[in-house]
């Protein structure tokens, strides 16, 4: 069964940071792309950063320069390093990994910003 379980969301104030961590298993992600998507109430889900399999890395332009998506192939494991966070910034953050023929989601986990 293929999972994909987010941790490491929580509360924190404007201008500190927080590290989001994904475990991927049930199959090989190497060939994925593993990234991160947001969504606040009675809005669209929001695309926030991707790592590609050849190592590149993708940012919406609302969190380029603050945030940073890595991944561990041997761990399976996507990372979100977000920096200088901001009220805005608040919202429920899902792990996603995406080929041309899957995508899986995990959970979501809430991320709370204090002014």
């Known amino acids: 069964q293929t999972q994909l379980i987010e941790s490491g969301g929580g509360s924190v104030q404007e201008g500190g940071s927080l590290r989001l961590s994904c475990i991927a298993s049930?199959?090989?992600?190497?060939?994925?792309?593993l990234g991160w998507f947001r969504r606040v109430p009675r809005k669209a889900r929001e695309f926030v950063g991707t790592?590609?399999?050849?190592?590149?890395?993708d940012y919406s332009e609302s969190v380029k320069g603050r945030f940073t998506v890595s991944r561990d192939n041997a761990k399976t494991t996507v990372y979100l390093h977000m920096d200088s966070l901001k009220p805005e910034d608040t919202a429920v953050y899902y792990c996603?990994?995406?080929?041309?023929?899957?995508?899986?989601w995990g959970q979501g986990t809430q991320v709370t910003v204090s002014s």
């Open positions: 996603n990994a995406n080929s041309a023929r899957r995508d899986y």
């Open positions: 049930g199959r090989t992600f190497s060939k994925y792309a």
């Open positions: 790592s590609y399999p050849n190592g590149t890395t």
